[in-house]
């Protein structure tokens, strides 16, 4: 990196590590916070991100700035640097900063406000709140609008560049088509449901770290804890956070948890180490990480070839309640799709369904079209319409997901996104590596380097298109997921 990148690199410095202690903040409010601590964590958290709109937001970067636009030839760091932070960039500097602040705030005791309304299940006591975030969202998503560019593209953009409704539209209006029908054919010759499985949660958790290590998470890198929604947070290469959660009657739902975040979790432990505190650290777009993680979680965590090496530790960890099922049961078990009402329980054919209900509100939203109060009665029809379940209450219903009350809007395509991505990367790892082979192995390492090599070790140093073009060669084709939900689920 020549001179003027690194002085840039230097300034902002402070704008990494304020970001580093704000993850570590939003992953500890998930986890360890006391409940009470909300009030008061969020206004040094508002601080905190003042704090980094300063640092980010000033004269001196934009002089760096412009010195190093002036540079030819740029590499690849370079490019991303200068692409990432004019992003960022532009983006904060169209907001005013106390309206900025407030949002901040606002977005610290979103989540405690969503848990409490949850657990009652009573939509109205978040609605407030969701009313005033959704209110922000619309506003500095017009603020930071281009001409003639929509609210919900702006946000959309910020958690994949370069892919809009324009391009999502279609890719939904082709699910639907073909989810649908294949999941009425799924349902009408179902696979066996997995009983009640009673097993103890201090066996899960030594099972579950058993299995993040097994993928490849590097546990002097990385912690894993326990939270209501999975997720997992990287404040850098060498210390990135795992939280799952584990059900007594349901050892699968921990288990697929662990090895989804485990995908997102080594992303984060393979970027370069280089990029660590700069702004090209951590994953790329949210669609690429969401990616990673399905990857692991159902292309291949769903495979025979995956569980043949370690199903008998499964069964000797658990013998009462995996003991006398041989692993074809498992498999069956494991891969049933069925329509149903949590998304984070759905199986990998109905997912995308969950998501679209997801899409078409946000889009509704911030059109103005439907209104916070409408949410609960909006989200149900679709519910019938596209999956044929109705909630019974807003707990199962508008309240289950956490990412509204986080600001996220935009974010949940980029779940669809990733499958879609996981099934393109996946073709294209087959036809340079006997994939199957090394997984009925157990030897993981070839598979997580074709992943550092075309994905992990860039970060934020190239883009999403940029990546699925060099790998694969060929920009974002849906087809090969769509073929490959239609060749797993038609079997
Ligand atoms: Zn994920």
């Known amino acids: 990196m020549r001179e003027s990148f690194q002085k840039l690199q230097e300034h902002l410095e402070k704008v990494s590590a304020l970001g580093a202690a704000l993850a570590l903040f939003s992953w500890d ?5 006391p409940k009470k601590a909300a009030e008061y964590t969020s206004k040094a958290v508002g601080i905190l991100s003042g704090e980094m709109f300063g640092a980010l937001i000033n004269d001196t970067t934009k002089e760096c700035m412009a010195r190093c636009e002036q540079e030819k030839d740029l590499d690849v760091e370079e490019k991303g640097l200068l692409r990432v932070l004019k992003r960022q960039f532009e983006e904060l500097e169209k907001l005013p900063r106390e309206e900025y602040e407030a949002y901040q705030t606002l977005l610290a005791k979103g989540p405690s406000v969503w848990y409490e309304a949850k657990e009652k299940k009573d939509f109205s006591l978040f609605a407030p709140v969701l009313k005033e975030i959704v209110e922000y969202n619309r506003r500095f998503a017009a603020l930071r609008a281009e001409k003639g560019q929509k609210p919900y593209d702006v946000l959309l953009g910020d958690y994949e560049e370069g892919f809009t409704m324009e391009m999502l539209d279609p890719f939904f209006a082709e699910l639907k088509k073909e989810i649908v029908p294949l999941l009425r054919h799924v349902e009408e010759n179902p696979l066996p449901k997995a009983p009640l499985r009673h097993c ?9 770290r058993f299995l993040a290590e097994y993928v490849g998470f590097d546990f002097e890198r990385g912690v894993l804890s326990e939270t209501e929604h999975p997720f997992t947070d990287g404040l850098h290469s060498y210390d990135v956070r795992i939280a799952t959660h584990y059900f007594e009657d349901n050892p699968e739902s921990g288990i697929f948890s662990t090895i989804h975040e485990s995908g997102h979790a080594l992303y984060e432990q393979q970027v370069n180490p280089a990029y660590n505190l700069t702004l090209l650290g951590g994953g790329g777009g949210c669609g690429l990480h969401e990616s990673q993680s399905r990857f692991f979680e159902n292309v291949i965590g769903r495979s025979e070839a995956f569980w043949k090496p370690i199903y ?20 069956q078990e494991i891969n049933r799709a069925q329509a149903s009402l949590i998304r984070t329980e759905a199986d990998e054919l109905t997912y995308s369904l969950h998501i679209l209900v997801r899409y078409e509100l946000e889009k509704e939203l911030m059109e103005g079209t439907v209104q916070v109060e409408e949410l609960p009665r909006a989200w149900n029809e679709k519910y019938r319409e596209y999956l044929g379940v109705v909630p019974q209450n807003d707990g199962e219903g508008v309240l289950q997901d956490i990412h509204w009350a986080s600001g996220l809007f935009g974010y949940f395509p980029s779940y669809a996104l990733g499958s879609a991505i996981a099934s393109q990367l996946f073709a294209c790892m087959k036809r340079q590596m006997p994939v199957e082979e090394y997984l009925e192995k157990g030897n993981l390492l070839p598979i997580r380097e074709f992943l550092r090599e075309h994905v992990h070790q860039w970060g934020k140093a190239k883009t999403t298109v940029e990546i699925l073009r060099e790998t694969t060669g060929e920009d974002f084709n849906a087809g090969y997921y769509v073929q490959y939900l239609k060749e797993k689920f038609g079997r």
């Not at 499964?314 to 009462?320: R, V």
């Open 29 to 33: 409010s998930e986890t360890l916070a």
């Open 200 to 208: 103890s949660i201090e066996k899960q958790r030594e099972f579950n």
């Open 312 to 331: 008998g530790k499964l069964q000797d960890t658990f013998p009462e309640a995996y003991g006398s099922l041989p692993l074809e049961g498992f498999l």
